[in-house]
């Protein structure tokens, strides 16, 4: 009797410890690195006493990097053109057998999908759902891609506006699944598979050239900014060894980011239109980057998706 | 055999309040595509999912680079029960930006960018807290939301 009821307590306590450190990881998010302090160092200039105090109580950090389906969008009002040829093969997805080729891989097919469908290239883009639906059932993601995800999508293929709205549900469901289910390093594999996908669609995109597409150099280069949200997720999941793999490949691509340059010229202003209910945030701002750095950038950007996708 | 069923039923207990607990998070996610996206109205939500629980007094933030020529809507969810919620967009230096509490608490402003910029929305659960309401905690989401591209009218 009494080893029965130790056996149960056993059980419990070793419950509510896994409960705990499942919770905890909930909150992995709260790190930052020390970029990100002197972020928020800079922050307590300026600030009424109470609200700073408030913010030092509870540090919930989340940090959003521009989704497949923003990156895709900022290529295509950049003017870019639609080249198949550039996308990740739908041949590839059953190459991809492990956690981490298949959630990077869930992000570069998530970015070919957002790509396909905003050029309206329907066939294309129903065959990229597939790729994405079988790489999320790969890492069990349940109800995020289904069946009728890809019938919605058929019958809306002449509908742009529908099939954006689906694509950002299945982004949003695979990603909220991952975070709710204490799989978070997973949820930050795919975010950065997606991350690097757009940015060497935008790098190939150029043509290897700084003059073809001013805006699309503009949009690659300021993606130094998301860079630094890159880096922050993956700090949040230090342990994972998939996570250090990335973290040295990113380390590589902000080697060569740091030589580009970005500087606000005038003070950030904003200006708010109540009636609208719209603020417009003012600033100059100026980029500098080589040529030299540019190709590297390039060659980095594609030696690193080469891997992911190999 | 007494002690047997007792034990047994205080470890049921325990597993059900574990799980009703971790469910609370899962809770979230259709908060946030049921409650969240409407607000959001005709932008395209982005896609990512920014959710938790909070609860009155609680502050969060989120790091978001703001892209040049494009508009977005920021939309912030909470369940009913929850305070109000008070917000503020700031740049790295803490300038302040937009401040909701100048605009009686709204939960849906949108905005757009002159040049690309990182920028930071700082959010906090008021703590004018109804005591009359059990609910301590609840899900708050954050979601971002992209104006679509203007259809271009057809020359006759």
Known sequence: MRKTFLLVSKFIFTFIIAISIL?????????????QTELIESTKKDVDPKMMEDFNKSKLIFYSLPSPLETAMLIKRSGARYDEEILNPIGNVTNYNTNLKMALNLGVYSADLSYTSLFDQTQSAIQYMGCAKKLAEGLSIIDAIDENTMKQLEDNMNNRDAVLEIISET???SNAYLKENDRAAISVMVLVGGWVEGLYLASALTNGS???????????????????TVMNLLDSHPENEDIQYLHGKMNELKAIFEQVKIVNTSKVQSETDKENRVTTIKADSETQISKEVFEALINK??????EFVS | MKNNKKALTVGLLTLLMCFIAHTGFAQCASFAKNVGKIKLGEFVHDGNYNATVLGAGDTAELYKTFFANQKYRVAISKIENLPNIHFRL????????????????????????ESTQMLILKLKVLDDYDMETEITQGCVAVLFGIEKEKKKKKKK
């Open chain 1, 23 to 35: 919770s905890s990881c909930q909150s992995s998010d709260k790190k930052k690195n020390n970029e």
């Open chain 1, 171 to 173: 982004f949003m469901t």
């Open chain 1, 210 to 228: 700084m003059d073809n597409n001013k805006r699309l150099l503009d949009r690659i280069v300021y993606q130094k900014l998301s860079l630094i």
């Open chain 1, 301 to 306: 950007v594609t030696e690193i998706r080469t």
């Open chain 2, 90 to 113: 700031v740049d790295k230096e803490n300038n302040i930006l937009f401040d909701n509490q100048e605009h009686d608490f709204t939960d849906v402003w949108d905005f757009t960018v």
